[in-house]
Nanobody, 124 residues
Framework: VQLQASGGGLVQPGGSLRLSCAASGSIFEIDTMDWYRQAPGKQRELVAGISGSGRTNYVDSVKGRFTISRDNAKNSVYLQMNSLKPEDTAIYYC???????????????????WGQGTQVTVSS
């Protein structure tokens, strides 16, 4: 199973970006999908999450500016980021809880998988 994130870049304060993350491989089921971020010198923090049923949660600092969504048919999660601020600058990582189907047709338990990270820089 692999998670491939994309969509980062350089944007001016007040601008917008949309991050995408697609899971691929021998996937049986995906539960929660999340976006984390890590700024230089800081710990990785959970930015937003979405459950399999579509329930969402956000860190207080992004509420009203960021929107997380998912497309189950595409095994994908998105993060629409509006009104970006310099303090949003970080590497953004997607994460998903995934059950794999193995070659002998058995189904594994839910395990966390990480994407490779995409840089978001907010600067004038």
């Amino acid at each position: 199973v692999q998670l491939q994130a994309s969509g980062g870049g350089l944007v001016q304060p007040g601008g917008s970006l949309r991050l995408s993350c697609a899971a691929s491989g021998s996937i049986f089921e995906i539960d929660t999908m999340d976006w984390y971020r890590q700024a230089p010198g800081k710990q990785r923090e959970l930015v937003a999450g979405i459950s399999g049923s579509g329930r969402t949660n956000y860190v207080d600092s992004v509420k009203g500016r960021f929107t997380i969504s998912r497309d189950n048919a595409k095994n994908s999660v998105y993060l629409q980021m509006n009104s970006l601020k310099p303090e949003d600058t970080a590497i953004y990582y997607c994460h998903a809880a995934i059950r794999q189907r193995y070659s002998d047709d058995t189904i594994g338990t839910f395990r966390g998988h990480w994407g490779q990270g995409t840089q978001v820089t907010v600067s004038s």
